[in-house]
């Protein structure tokens, strides 16, 4: 019932002109109602004709309500910083006897690929939330050009078209009670930058700010505090940030070896003890940097000090491959997809990992008729799907029950037999042929 409510709700926000937060009593009929947020890089102030509005607040932070009087003539708002002085941004403006925000975006050169007329924005708000809801919106004052989005209860409520890099979003009614927030990071590796269970009280305008840079080594950390418009901006609740790590994952696709254990730095976690053929480990987090993978019998190193690194947010796969006899081991890793290509199809990847099997071509059987799956012709031992979309090796194929074989390259000789497989839409997984070739099999991976 709360995800329809969204649904309608995010439905009647899209049709409002006005855009922002207000607070839950309306302006007095003769005065004007401001607040300030500051998403600059710095500590900075407000003063309005060379008087000061607001005080010396750091970056991310938020300055008390004030009220002052509406003016009929052009007034001059000043961005200052708070050590020097200095004036950072200026706006002229107009005052009405309604409630504004003054946001200070981050500073941009003439060499940042975003720009905006003002830095400085007097910003009018929308009035209070309906009887019974709750209102948010999103300032998004970080530094770089991350694609983002905001989820509510896991509805998409504005997407990265409505979140661009400093901005302030349209407002969004929900019903008043318990969410979850998470704000996500879109494009070809998504995930969770901030989440958070919250308590969005009826009657409420709340504002999540988004300030300081996602990447890696950057001097001003990420954050998204969110405000109450009702409450003293101390009160302001920060969603909780995942740690800066990547994932891997190592799968045993040597040929004929039942288990194996794998140590990362040298150190052998529960995840990878034990790794049987055909399966995985499972993802296991590693910090960002470079990290070292040894493959072990009984203490007895099969692969030792290979290296990975990991990147921010990085998924990827290992898969440990060849044959006892002939002694044949290597390890393949791969970038795994965080997104798939279109969520309606399944992403697949293909490879070949049957340590005897000659140069291969995947088909795919429709209605009797094999057509050779795209990137997936003359594949050879350890390679993998090669498409020319440049999506790390990764193709598409609908949904459903569907089968596939394995031929020897531009022959009819046969070396996988027809194998029925499952697809979900929006999954993305890697198939695997495995085993020795007289005998091989299609195994697959998820990458969750």
């Known amino acids: 019932m709360r995800n329809a409510t969204i649904i309608l709700q995010a439905f009647v926000a899209a049709l409002l002109v006005a855009c922002g937060s207000s607070d839950v009593v309306a302006p007095n009929a003769q005065k004007a109602s401001v607040r300030f947020y500051n998403g600059n890089v710095q500590s900075a102030g407000i003063t309005m004709n060379d008087k000061e509005l607001f005080a010396t607040t750091n970056s991310g932070d938020v300055g008390a309500r004030q009220t002052i009087d509406p003016t009929t003539d052009t007034v001059q708002l000043r961005a200052v910083d708070g050590p020097t002085n200095a004036i950072l941004a200026r706006r002229n403006v107009i005052i009405k006897p309604t409630n504004y925000s003054v946001v200070l975006f981050p500073a941009t050169s003439a060499f940042n690929c975003v720009r905006r007329p003002e830095e400085c924005v007097l910003h009018e708000d929308a009035t209070a939330p309906p009887a019974g809801r709750t209102r948010i919106r999103v300032i998004n004052a970080t530094t770089d050009a991350s694609r983002l989005s905001l989820s509510i209860d896991e509805m998409d409520v504005l997407k990265e078209n409505q979140l661009s890099v400093c901005s302030i979003s349209n407002v969004i009614d929900i019903e008043g009670g318990d969410h979850n927030i998470r704000l996500l990071h879109t494009g070809s590796e998504q995930y969770a930058v901030a989440y958070r269970d919250v308590d969005l009280r009826s009657g409420t305008t709340y504002t999540l700010l988004l300030t300081g840079s996602l990447a890696f080594d950057d001097k001003q950390p990420f954050r998204a505090r969110l405000y109450a418009d009702d409450e003293e901006a101390e009160k302001g609740v920060d969603l909780l940030i995942p740690p800066d790590v990547g994932k891997y994952q190592i799968v045993n696709a040597v040929a004929g070896l039942k288990s194996f254990e794998a140590k990362l730095d040298g150190v052998a976690r529960p995840e990878t003890a034990t790794i049987e053929f055909s399966k995985t480990s499972g993802y296991v987090d590693l910090e960002i940097g470079t990290h070292t993978t040894g493959i072990f019998i009984n203490s007895t190193p099969l692969i030792q000090e290979t290296r990975t690194t990991t990147t921010l947010r990085s998924r990827k796969t290992l898969f440990v491959t060849g044959s006892m006899v002939p ?116 195994y697959h991976v998820k990458h969750k």
């Open 327 to 442: 002694p044949n081991i290597a390890g393949i890793e791969l970038v795994d997809l965080v997104e798939p290509l279109t969520s309606n199809s399944a992403t697949i990847r293909f490879v070949n990992l049957s340590p005897d099997a000659p140069e291969l071509d995947f088909y795919r059987i429709v209605n009797g008729v094999e057509a050779i799956i795209d990137g997936c012709a003359k594949m050879a031992f350890r390679e993998t799907t090669s498409t020319a979309n440049g999506k790390l090796h990764f193709t598409e194929l609908p949904a459903g029950r569907i089968t596939i074989l394995a031929k020897k390259a531009n022959t009819q000789t046969i070396v996988l037999p027809p194998t029925q497989i499952s697809l979900v839409p929006g999954e993305i997984s890697t198939y695997w042929l495995g085993g020795v070739s007289a005998a091989a099999q299609l």
